[in-house]
């Protein structure tokens, strides 16, 4: 028994041993990997191991900005701007891919830790972690390049029904939509079809509402700075007083910066000017059933994303060409800045002053207002400190959503 113990307890040692010079191993190549700083996911975590993430810009050798936006596909176009520091100063890189509409989650998620992993190689080359990185091509290249058929011309469209049996009253909503588009650089064109039905059985009564509405986008590339765009939309609404309306707007827009440059920084400022035709079901509050106006509006926006933070501010001024005193004006803003390590700083604020005829029924719920000046503001305010380690390596999923 004796010998069985002395023997057990050997064994575990050496295995114990073993363990623990492996897991130095492990530590000292974890504490010389590549600290990375940026929006990362469980799933990087897990699939890109073999670098450091951590909380703060200052303890990062290399920061990461992710943009996204939507394709003219219905996709999403995904950019890495990848940026190093301390000695990895001298280099930067830019890397974008594309996702298709109809891409699950799973896939999505795949793709960015694919494209993120191909992005860090050159970064992760200067550690000793390099030594265990194997770069593997799975595709299947065909010498012939497919030609698109449809001309990059993207057809959508979709229905939905529901229904509600309750006990004193039955419900149902039938919704049907079209969207088409075509996005090139030059060119981008977007129509949208909307019909929707309620319908409200009561005992003594039936209630039904049907709103239609198109809208057609045409915007023409310039340059690299100016575009030029033209609108047309028509409605019918009955449940908010409109028998029937439509507007015609053309508009012209200039940015400061190149567009291809829209993901991190835009300063933007259009002018639109158009003409707006409504025909109401009742008779509105000011005694009319009609209404045309000749509308312009001057716009500016302002939009940076860096490292320090982000920036939005924006402006609109509309009035009504054949009576100036028949306008409004709206400011909003946002700004998330960090101030020091650990440190960031947070402020919105919006501005809203407008004089405007509020056309309603007379036979409504709420009669409307006429000619009376109206102003809003909103500011908010906050800041956040974060402290402890710096490492954010650890994924632990036990007990998710049950706290």
């Given amino acids: 028994m004796k010998k069985i ?58 920061y990461i900005i992710t943009t996204t936006i939507e394709t003219g596909s219905g996709g999403q176009a995904y950019t890495f701007y990848i940026t190093g520091q301390n000695e990895y100063s001298n280099m ?11 891409a699950t989650t799973d896939e999505i998620r795949e793709k960015t830790a694919n494209h993120l992993q191909m992005a860090l190689m ?7 972690l390099a030594d265990n990185i194997r770069i593997d091509y799975n595709g299947n290249i065909s010498p012939i390049i497919s030609t698109d058929k449809w001309n990059n011309w993207v057809f959508t469209p979709s229905f939905s029904f529901s229904y509600n049996d309750a006990e004193a009253n039955n419900s149902s909503r039938t919704y049907f939509q079209l969207h088409i588009d075509k996005v090139t650089e030059d060119l981008k064109i977007n129509m949208t079809i909307n019909y929707q039905k309620n319908k409200n059985e009561y005992s003594n009564y039936t209630n039904t509402n049907e709103r239609k509405q198109g809208n057609l986008v045409i915007v023409k590339s310039m340059s690299d700075h100016f575009s030029y765009g033209a609108f047309l939309s028509a409605k019918s609404n009955p449940s908010s007083n409109t028998k029937f309306q439509y507007d015609v707007t053309t508009g012209i827009e200039y940015d400061l910066y190149p567009y291809s440059e829209f993901l991190r920084r ?21 005694g009319g059933d009609e209404r045309n106006d000749w509308i312009h509006t001057l716009s500016a926006a302002y939009n940076i994303l860096q490292k320090w933070g982000s920036v939005n501010i924006s402006a609109n001024y509309t009035n009504t060409l054949d009576n100036w ?25 919006s501005y809203s002053l407008f004089k405007s005829e509020t056309f309603s029924s007379l036979i409504g719920e709420y009669p409307g207002i006429l000619l009376d000046k109206h102003h809003s503001t909103s500011v908010s305010c906050g800041i956040a400190y974060t402290f402890g380690s710096i490492y954010r390596n650890v994924v632990n999923p036990r007990f998710r959503n049950f706290y």
């Fill in 5 to 62: 113990t002395l023997s057990f307890l050997l064994i575990s040692t050496v295995l114990l041993a073993f363990a623990q010079s492996n897991n130095e191993k492990q530590v000292n190549q974890r504490d010389e990997a590549l600290n990375v700083y940026m929006n990362e996911s469980e799933y990087n975590k897990v699939k890109i191991p073999y670098v450091n993430y951590v909380r703060d810009l200052e303890d990062a050798d290399v």
């Fill in 92 to 102: 930067s890189d830019t890397v974008s891919f594309f996702t298709n509409p109809d």
């Fill in 122 to 128: 050159r970064y992760v080359q200067k550690t000793p």
């Fill in 266 to 286: 835009q300063l933007r400022i259009a002018y639109w000017v158009g003409y707006s035709s409504r025909k109401y079901e009742n008779t509105t509050f000011w």
């Fill in 325 to 349: 005193s028949n306008n409004s004006l709206d400011l909003e803003s946002y700004m998330n800045i960090r101030v020091t390590k650990g440190l960031m700083f947070t402020v919105s604020g």
